[in-house]
Structures are given as C-alpha cells and as structure tokens.
C-alpha cells in the first residue's frame, strides 16, 4: 500500500487534484467539516471516505447521493482483526510514498519515494549523529505536520531505535503546555518556533537594564563553554537565567534538529546556550526523502548546514546568470545517492527538468563550499528577473535583508523586465509600529497607520539602510513601498503550507497597488 498524505492546507482544489491524479479511492479523515471539504469536489474514484470522529446524518446521505461509502475507523479496526492476512514485507525498489510537495506556482508535484529512499536517509542522519543517536529511552514529541518528510523521518528513525514519540494536543498555542506534560528529550524544531522563543526573551528583558545585562553575561558564558565543546544545563547560568526557557521546553531536551529553513545565526547561538542541548542544523528537499547535509555535534559555528549526509554525494554547478562558478566553489546544489527520489508523479517532464541524464538532481538553491567542507546555502536559482537596464534581481535575496528591520513583519519584492526598477510591499510589524505610534503622539488604528506618510517613511528609510548594510547595488534596492495591514498567510492563499511566499499569487493580488507605485515613479 502506498501511503499519500493529504493536508488540508493545500487547499480544497490541490487535494482534489491530488485525489485524482494519484487515482485514491479511500481516504482517511478526521472529522465532518473535512470529509465535506472531500466530499465538495470528490473526483469519481474517491469511493470511501473512513473518519475518526462521528460525522451528521446530512453528511452520510450527502456521500450515499455521490456514491462514497463513509465507515467509522473503529470499525475498520474490528474487521482488521478478524481477518488473518499474511504479511507482505515490501521490496526495497517498492513504492513507500508519494508526497506532493506544494509548488509556489501551479499543481503540486507527487515526489516518488521507496522504501529504499526513506531507510537510506534515516540511517545516514542515524549514522552522523554518532554516540548522540536516539535511544530506548528517548522521547520525541511531535508537532510538524505528518505530510512532511522531516517529521516522517524523524518518527520512524525513533522506531527504529526502540525510542518513543508522543502527539501534541493539536493546538500549536498549547506547545509549551504539551511539552511540560511529555517531557523530550528529543524534538525536530522549525525557525518559526525557534524565532518564537527568541523574540519572546528578547521582550521580557528589554525593559530592565539588570535584566539585559545578566542576560548577555550568561549567553557570553554559555558561549565561551560551547566553544570548547561543553554542552550542559546545570550551570550557575543556567538556574538563573535560562531555567524558564528550558521548563517550557519541558527540561529534558538533549537533542534537538532544526531543518525546513534558513536559521538566523544569532538565533541558533542563542538556542545552543539556553536550552543546554545539542543543536544539529540540516539542509534537504522532500525529492530527497529530507536530508542532504547536516551539522556535526562538536560544530558550533553558525552559519552554515553542515556537510553531506552519508547516503548522498553533492556537487556544485556553474549558474552562469548570476554569476556563481564552481570554480570559486560556488553554484547550484546537485545531489545524487539512495535517498534521491524516483521521479514526480505522472509527471516526466517536470522529473526531465529536475534530474539530469546522470542522475543528479538540481535543487534550485545555490550554495557554497566553506573551508571545512560544510556547505552554506546563499541564494536561489528561481524567482530571478531581469530589469530593462540588463540587470539581475534574486527578489527573495533582497527580502532576506529587509526582513532584519524591526519594523517589517513580512516584506515581498516585485519587478518587471520593462522597468528600470523594483518595489515592495510590506506588512509592518503591528507592535513596533503601534509603540512607535504611541511615542510619537500618532493615533489612529493599524490599517490608518499604514497609510500614514511618516510611518511609510519611517520603514522605508530603515529598509534603505538596512539594504546598504547588507551591500545591496543602487538598483537592488526598492523604489518606493505600499504598507498592508494583513499579513500573507496560508489561509488568504498567500503562504504555502511551508510559509514560502507564493509569489504569483502575491503579484496578482496587489496588481493595483503594484501598477500605481509604477505610475508614480514613471
């Protein structure tokens, strides 16, 4: 059986899409409001339709009238065990999953994964992590959504081990609480959540001189211990300072693996000497059943996602326009080995684009080889433009810079191929800028804000400086900005499940606002 994961988030036309294309006739959900969800758009294969939770008279007659069966998976469970099936240990070459990767432009593509793909990658990532391996004792807690890769590996490696994995609650507001309650000792951790933490210490000490100085006295002390390879929560420091953020994260973390984005440096810093743990960082793709690098316990350096795993092999290639040359050991990242998938999906053009003759597949992210054989990744191939003068714009480089002002909570670059120059769009932070509103005798709510002149001005003067710092050219940095109160998120279509900016739809939902700025600087 191959297992395809379907959620929600994606939104109803993708899992209809996926339905249909991968040709399912049963799917497994939890409750009314989904099994509508499925029953909306239910392609003709969808034949039935096995919920955990106790649905509406409505809603069965309503999956009778499209010829779905609907079936309680307590019953499913009973018919189970009374039927003797003989076991069928899978080949290694057999199919384990299709999971569809939500692509910022278009359907999402079924990555092929095999059984092969998957126990490769889990036993590489066992395998580096050495003596820090998860073991019988060892409890994971899980929270990342089970459609990705990460936490799929992350899960089954535990298995493996003999370890165990408890469930959070369901509400990602409640983290903290469920973690108290569990107790980890080992946890798979997104920067979103990472960032969370940082933020919320970053307040609570801003206020007090005291505070803030006791706080960098400790980070320098943690610091200087890590440095010399001492890993530890019991330290002077550690009850005084950081024994808050570790109860939260339930006390007993020793190990913790951070993937699906790019770390701050100075948020990971923080994490290692606050939470007294061993922080692996790691870099991969779902084509590659997750992993492609990861950190070495004993690395403390930040800033970069270590190197190869075991099972794979990486390369670097020229990426002429933009003038990355392997030569200078830079280019886009190409792996080849047994975690790398199969293919996309009834999908061989789209499978042509991405793995070449050799077999290598093409990541679409560029990196870089440091000194000591780690990698870093500094940019992507995709998303690149050209402006009328001939030059190239790489929008989500720019975005990362702007991202560090205080005042930007969300921030999308646009340019177009007739124009000289580019623009933004920008969400503010609400609090920043209400407090600053507050200092400066400004009222008015935030949408009113956003259109206040010396608070457009105000953030725009900070981007400008903030791209200097980070060595923006004249033209990479924006013309003029437009200020939106709500924040793109996945429910308003404008975030993937993985929070990447879906860029068309970005452009195409501002088109207005875009066309105006334009206009002005015309």
């Not at 798979?188 to 960032?195: E, H, I, M």
């Amino acid at each position: 059986m191959v297992l395809i994961p379907l959620y929600d988030t994606l939104g109803p036309d993708a899992c209809a899409f996926i339905i249909q294309q991968a040709d399912i006739n049963t799917v497994i959900c939890e409750d009314d409001s989904k099994c509508n969800l499925l029953l909306d758009r239910s392609p003709n294969c969808l034949r039935r339709i096995i919920i955990f939770k106790e649905i509406r008279p409505a809603t069965k007659q309503r999956a009778k009238n499209r010829g779905v069966e609907i079936i309680k998976f307590t019953d499913v469970e009973t018919r189970g065990s009374k039927l003797n099936h003989d076991e069928l240990p899978p080949k290694p070459s057999d199919l384990c999953t299709i999971c569809y990767t939500s692509g910022t432009t278009g359907n999402p593509k079924g990555v092929m994964l095999t059984h092969e793909n998957v126990m490769a990658s889990i036993s590489a990532v066992i395998m580096q992590l050495g003596d820090h391996r998860p073991t019988t004792s060892d409890v994971m807690i899980s929270f990342l959504p089970l459609a990705h890769m990460l936490e799929r590996c992350c899960e089954n490696a535990m298995y493996l081990l003999g370890a165990s994995v408890g469930f959070y609650s369901g509400d990602i507001r409640r983290l903290s609480d469920d973690m108290k309650a569990l107790r980890p000792t080992v946890t798979p951790a997104v920067p979103r959540l990472l960032n969370r933490i940082y933020d919320k210490v970053q307040s609570e000490i801003s206020g007090s001189c005291i505070k803030k100085m006791l706080f960098n006295m400790a980070v320098s002390a943690k610091e200087s211990e890590i440095k010399r390879g001492i890993i530890r929560n019991n330290s002077f420091w550690d009850k005084i300072v950081f024994r808050k953020v570790q109860e939260g994260m339930g006390g007993k973390l020793r190990l913790m693996l951070v993937g699906s984005a790019p770390l701050a440096e100075n948020v990971l810093t923080f994490i290692r000497c606050a939470l007294g743990c061993l922080v692996v960082e790691g870099y991969g793709q779902t084509e590659c059943c997750a992993p492609i690098t990861l950190s070495i316990q004993g690395d403390h350096v930040p800033g970069h996602v270590g190197p190869p795993v075991g099972c794979c092999c990486v390369k670097l290639t020229d990426v002429p326009e933009m003038e990355y040359w392997a030569k200078n050991h830079q280019g886009e990242v190409c792996v080849k080995g047994t975690n790398v998938f199969q293919g996309y999906y009834k999908d061989p053009k789209r499978t042509e684009e991405t793995i070449d003759e050799q077999g290598w597949l093409h990541t679409g992210d560029v990196g870089q080889w440091l000194p000591n054989g780690t990698l870093k990744i500094i940019d992507r191939r995709k998303h690149i433009f050209k402006l009328s003068q001939g030059e190239y714009i790489v929008p989500e480089k720019i975005e990362n810079i702007y991202i560090r002002s205080q005042y930007v909570g969300q921030v999308f670059v646009h340019g177009e191929s007739l124009k000289s120059c580019i623009i933004a769009i920008v969400v503010p932070d609400v609090d920043v800028i209400k407090s600053w509103a507050s200092e400066n005798k400004i009222a008015g709510t935030f949408s009113v804000l956003c259109n206040h002149p010396e608070v457009k001005q105000l953030i725009f003067d900070d981007m400008l400086a903030w791209g200097k710092e980070g060595g923006l050219k004249s033209f990479e940095q924006v013309k003029d900005i437009y200020l939106h109160p709500d924040p793109f998120s996945v429910q308003n279509g404008l975030l993937t499940p993985t929070l990447k900016s879906k860029r068309p739809q970005i452009r195409s939902y501002f088109t207005p606002q875009l066309e105006d700025m334009y206009k002005k600087l015309d």
